[in-house]
């Protein structure tokens, strides 16, 4: 079942009906200002930071879902009054309908003949949201409406706004002035900024006290000012500052209004702060201009046209054409959205994440690199340098460090052992795309320790050797806290209720062993033996190191029909067909192949076929089976899910494109391409009522075949999910692979596919890409033939014609 | 203008409209299962610690204000429904009354021709709540009801709870068996405890996920099933779990029915937790019983009546006959009530403390302690050696610490200068109190530190040195991060936005001292030289120390018309007539006179004098004046807060009783009597419009004349003022005042009373007091005159007669 359509044209997806099985969600703001906006207008903004800098207020969770937002309401001379975004009034629209586009959402309706449709998005380079109603009275008379606007401000820390109660009901601050509405709590003390909440026409009224808003005990779905048609004037001390605008429009029939709405957030000058000086009247000065262009409707209709070439310049970087509509729908819009969106937000802010917990993951961040890096490679080499700056001079690795001060966070700790070397490979993808080997000899420090710095190199050195000096009885790497899978805690025993698995003081004297960290560590050897061979620098000793620990995998990480998982504290196998639960894991399968290990020998097939058997679903590749009945102390986190959801048997969605990787490694695309389109949300669009998350997005979760409700998904929008299924489509079922050398093509195409075309931008040039099924293989670059499948180097600004034959 | 009426005789406060100012609350529980439950039964349960052991889910300063609660809700066959407690349907009924009573809520009120009457309460030496609703019929036709129950689960800590939905959305689990919904979430793991929700009636049905209940986008205004008439039997996988019973009533006319439910949270020993063991269900065996019993009639009135005699026990301890009404309610119920609860919960969980955020303080508990040590004497001991073993070596305090773990919080720190010395003060109450002094003998440690352990004599000696070891230019005390006021924080210099004042780290090479510790100092070296005198121990040590730092205070304390509140870190006076702002304070006011300071010479009637000239309001004595019009970076977050609210120039009531008791000090029953009645909430009741808060307990803060909202409370009942307003008004006006040598009759009554009459239990004997007017004084014990005015030691048993004559 469906709830709406894609409209690729216009990069939308159209939402037909307000009543989603939950709230589907779209990002505004690319830089530095953002927000998140479901389908009925709910959510909230920030400004850089999501739980320090809330500019609003929202409660997740809460019934009803999704309240709390960027409401309208328009009210009628009779009294009647509805939301045109169908929260919070849920009145029951004549119509309605819901376009999520590339950082905007545009919301319509109509209802007793007034149709209204707002767009909301917030322009480049401002700091603010902009709304733009859009009235047309389609009756055959005239008709005058009230508009009453509704936002409640958030007072900037977002966990303390949620708990702090005895101090923030008495802070709240308002201002009212030349009809601008500003929220400056804490701005008297050691704030320097504020919100502010415009309009474009002159105001009726306005409030800034909720509860005069609202009217006592009362929600957003009959507010007493809009019911009786008048704002109060309220100015807010303390309890919960709000914004509300009221104006008055007369629409003749036919006739369209705009009205517009800038919501923003403004810093002002340490030193200029108040304006008189010595006054606690907020300096206006400066934000005024920037209020008063967002308000002119020309500037607006500039603004939405400058996003959309700026996503048009981004999407730029690669446009496919094959026979699949879900593949080239997600390839050309959504799953590129979904990697920018992801490398803005890490994991801070979605439906599923309330902003107030996490830091940028080390590991996280490095992955995310692989969705985004041929987008914008300058903001992957800075985020690079951020990332490679909190290694320990062990090697390790904070596991998080925090956006604003980009320091390590003491709190979650270290010892993820996978973590550095995620490193080498976010590395490695930067300089294969951008083909700037002059980050490796950028100073960086450890731990930011002024004084501590060495090359970016030397740290992928001394990622390479963290893990060779914690190898294990086996000689397989120790997994430390956890490797990828951060719910194998296999060194923590924990039987405390409620206690952190990943930060609790770990066991000592275990032998924990992961073979997923082998795998990744044949991998990242052979990137950095590539890189290192470039570099005419020494590699052997880095091949010698891959070489061996594929023979290490081979004979300790290798259970007959697959890869082991593990082994725990003491020894016992993880992932084997001598356990009773958890006998099979896919992340071994997934990393050991795209290491390279069992390639040749076979065993690499042999793996990918029992995955094929024990754990593929027609909803995605479930993470393990069997689930695991029961908590486990010497297991941890895994086993503390209810079977078939996330670790323990859910499809965790992050993995499986290693296996349509795998697949293609061995040459297998009718596999790989099988498995891409069972988690493909699009393809899975006509399945919504069960799959519920947003079909234009990668959920991280779908519960696995355990679960009582098989094929719902969970935690949508920010996964590494999206960067590494964009990977596997079009690096390596595609085949468009950028490489130290330069851009491979090398398909690994369904057999029932004839070709595709692709545009794809490179170091500068631009390659129009043919690849077509015929008798003979060849490669032919501006109609010459080449050898091998790496195309030679084109000069930046060129354009080249690259046609395959298959 | 009144929302409700005392019905003192039931000990009760009676509210006549749902729709109060704000949410107006009481408690449930008194020993380790707790609930807040307000007039339209919204709040949250929990066991122990509302952080940690939440058993359902509330969310604060949501719209409607106080939704989540224990609803109920009854419809009749032409599918109309209501909820008896107004909330959450908001229904118009045809009459309402709720009655908060001590430690329990009955909700009553009529719709249709039927009434209901719900009564919550936590039996005795239970772990759960029982809800009994009373339903009558009073239409003359019979009438077929079908009953709803609602109530939604928290999956245990209550922060991760509101913000880790990633995780959360997939661990909830329930069962159900027999007729009981059993909330299981994390039991599979390392969780021994779980929460069930039981009905006495056979089922119609049941819902344990929230969306089948509710429905998609709705809340509890109008829960899809109850519209429909029809549970749908849901079981939870993830997501919310939910519980409620649906049952089917038939009243005849004028027939009365009752049902129960029980809400309530149990712990299975580890090794016993599934039945059978193996599997992964709960082992209901222990539980079952329970359940049973508390669901039976007779139990439920037999444990309801056991509820009222320990309230009666409780308050036994001092009743009084007063002139005044609003005196005679406040000590004899409503504020012996408050202090219990104010024991019980601390600082944790109530409309304004969301339970996630603080521990006991160390200076708050020894403060509480002054309330309820003549209730339980037994329990009191035990708080203070708890406190006292999380002293440091230096003498100093951790600010605060953990109520489950009963250590220091290291979070929160140490080096509030003034904790040490009210660990004096506590321990000289409970010893005057009790006559217990072999507390002094008892070895504590320090930091919990095993081989620590010195008697807490020893303790309270370092106390004293902390001070006298951490002395300033002008030989006044350091004041460290802060002294009483958390919020003049003199060596903070904070300029980062939302930083903590009490926990950033503080500069160094200041010379901050405060003259409030100055004062407090004075007073507990004499409290301490008392007991070291009774203990035959030198005293003249203290005494000497106690005179020395008088006169300092009269030195540099002493600013001409009040006592100075500080010097700042550069030896800037605070709180002189040389300021612009902040020119007198409270604080120092009180103090310094209850330690005896200027009695002698005058100085403090002075000082009282200017309180009354420039602080006291007719809504209660502000705590300084002028507030400061902006942030100063030098003072901290009392300057934070807008002109009028909070530390900056609110009426902060905990302080008021200290100038009453100053009053007293001098002999001013007038003046005391007057400052005591203009912030007892009983004589506010006619003002509820104007205060907000409940009539019945005491307000942290009422805004003072700065604010907009002058006269406005906030932050009702978990408030030292509590316990400092009962010993104001108890041991100093009415002056029934326990010492180390017995209890001391020394009232200093307003002019206007002719004498009053009271009954006090005082180490095991009760005195029956009466006190009046005559013309001359006189002291007769059981007829017989006595000199002075402490009353010679009663066996324990005994009944005493005492009458004083003025």
Redesign the interface.
């Known amino acids: 079942m469906r709830f709406g359509h894609f409209d690729d044209d216009r990069r939308e997806y159209v939402i037909h009906r307000?009543?989603t099985?939950l709230p589907w969600i779209n990002y505004l703001g690319t830089e530095a200002y953002f927000g998140i906006i479901s389908n009925t207008a709910g959510g909230y903004s920030f400004y850089r930071d999501a739980r320090?800098r809330r500019l609003t207020r929202y409660?997740?969770?809460?019934?009803?879902?999704?309240?709390g937002g960027r409401y309208l309401y328009l009210r009628t001379a009779d009294g009647e009054f509805w939301s045109p975004t169908w929260?919070p009034t849920?009145t029951e629209l004549d119509d309605y309908e819901c376009r999520h586009g590339l950082s905007y959402t545009r919301i319509g309706s109509r209802y007793r003949g007034i149709r209204a449709e707002t767009l909301y998005f917030v322009p480049l380079g401002e700091t603010l949201e902009v709304w733009r109603l859009k009235l047309t009275n389609e009756q055959q008379s005239a008709v005058e409406l009230s508009v009453f606007s509704s936002i409640?401000f958030c007072l900037?820390?977002a966990?303390?706004d949620?708990?702090?109660?005895?101090?923030n009901?008495?802070?709240g601050?308002v201002e009212v002035a030349d009809g601008v509405i500003y929220h400056k709590t804490?701005y008297?003390?050691?704030?320097?900024?504020f919100a502010y909440f415009a309009c474009s026409e002159p105001l009726e009224g306005f409030d800034t006290a909720?509860e005069s808003f609202?009217g006592?005990?009362?929600?957003?779905d009959r507010p007493v000012v809009v019911q009786q048609g008048e704002s109060t004037g309220s100015?807010a001390?303390?309890w919960?500052p709000h914004g509300s605008h009221h104006v008055k429009v007369t629409l003749q029939p036919g006739e369209t209004r705009e009205i517009g709405f800038v919501l923003g957030y403004w810093e002002n000058p340490r030193d200029a702060k108040f304006d008189p000086p010595?006054s606690?009247t907020v300096d206006k000065r400066l934000v005024r201009p920037v209020i008063e262009r967002w308000l002119r409707q020309e500037c607006v209709d500039e603004g939405f046209a400058a996003l959309g070439r700026r996503w048009d310049e981004l999407l730029g970087g690669l446009q496919v054409d094959t026979p699949d509509g879900d593949t080239n729908r997600m390839v050309n819009i959504w799953n590129a959205y979904q990697n920018m969106v992801t490398f803005n937000m890490s994991?801070s802010t979605s439906?599923?994440?309330?902003g107030?917990?996490r830091g940028m993951g080390f590991r996280d961040s490095n992955q995310d690199l692989l969705g985004f890096v041929h987008m914008i490679p300058e903001r992957a080499r800075e985020r690079i340098l951020d990332i490679a700056a909190t290694q320990l001079p062990t090697g390790g690795a904070y596991h998080q460090y925090q956006p604003l001060t980009k320091r390590g966070n003491n709190d979650i700790g270290s010892g993820f052992n996978d973590d550095p070397l995620w490193l080498i490979l976010g590395v490695a993808a930067y300089i294969k795309e951008s083909g700037d080997w002059s980050i490796l000899e950028e100073p960086v420090p450890y731990d930011n320790q002024p004084g501590s710095e060495e090359s970016l190199y030397g740290h992928l050195q001394r990622s390479l050797r963290y893990t060779l000096e914690r190898l294990g009885p086996h000689g397989l790497p120790l997994i430390g806290r956890a490797d990828w899978n951060d719910c194998l805690n296999l060194n923590c025993f924990?039987?405390?209720?409620?206690?952190a698995f990943q930060t609790t003081e770990n066991a000592s004297g275990g032998v924990a062993e992961s073979v997923f960290i082998a795998g990744q560590f044949v991998l990242a050897a052979r990137e950095l033996a590539g890189i290192a061979l470039c570099l005419g620098r020494p590699a052997q000793e880095y091949l010698d190191a891959a070489e061996k620990m594929a023979g290490t995998i081979a004979e300790h990480g290798w259970d007959g029909a697959w890869f082991r998982r593990a082994y725990d504290f003491r020894g016992n196998v993880i992932g084997s067909a001598s356990n009773d639960e958890g006998q099979i894991f896919i992340e071994p399968q997934g990393m050991c192949v795209m290491g390279g290990v069992g390639v040749e020998d076979g065993t690499a097939v042999t793996a990918l076929a029992s995955v094929r058997e024990r754990l593929a679903t027609p909803h995605g590749i479930i993470l393990q089976q069997p689930a695991y009945?029961?908590?486990r102390l010497e297991l941890g986190e895994i086993?503390?899910?209810?079977p078939g959801?996330?670790e323990n048997g859910?499809i965790f969605c992050h993995t499986n494109p290693w296996l349509m990787i795998a697949e293609a490694i061995v040459g297998n695309g009718d596999g790989a391409f099988d498995y891409y389109k069972r988690i493909n949300p699009s393809a899975r669009e006509a399945l919504s009522e069960v799959h519920r998350c947003e079909p234009y997005v990668y959920a991280?979760?779908i519960a696995g075949r355990d679960?009582?409700?098989h094929g719902e998904a969970?935690?949508s929008w920010l996964t590494g999910t999206a960067a590494w299924n964009y990977a596997a489509i079009t690096q390596w079922i595609l085949g468009i692979r950028p490489e130290l050398e330069g851009l491979r093509l090398a398909p690994v195409l369904p057999s029932g596919w004839p070709g595709f075309t692709a545009v794809r931008r490179f170091r500068g040039a631009t390659y129009h890409i043919t690849v077509e099924r015929g008798g003979s293989r060849s490669l032919l670059v501006d109609g010459a033939p080449i050898d091998g499948d790496v195309l030679p180097a084109a000069p930046a600004g060129t354009e080249v014609t690259v046609t395959l034959t298959l």
Do not use: C, V
């Open positions: 307000p009543d099985p320090l409660r997740y969770n809460n019934a009803p879902f999704d309240l929260q849920q409640e900037w820390d966990q303390d949620a708990t702090n109660f005895q101090r009901f008495s802070t601050q804490e008297r003390e050691r704030r320097d900024h909720r609202l006592p005990y009362r929600s957003w100015i001390h303390g919960q010595g606690q994991r439906f599923y994440e309330s107030i917990g924990s039987d405390t209720p409620g206690e009945s029961s908590y086993s503390s899910y209810p959801y996330k859910g991280q979760m679960a009582p409700t969970k935690n």
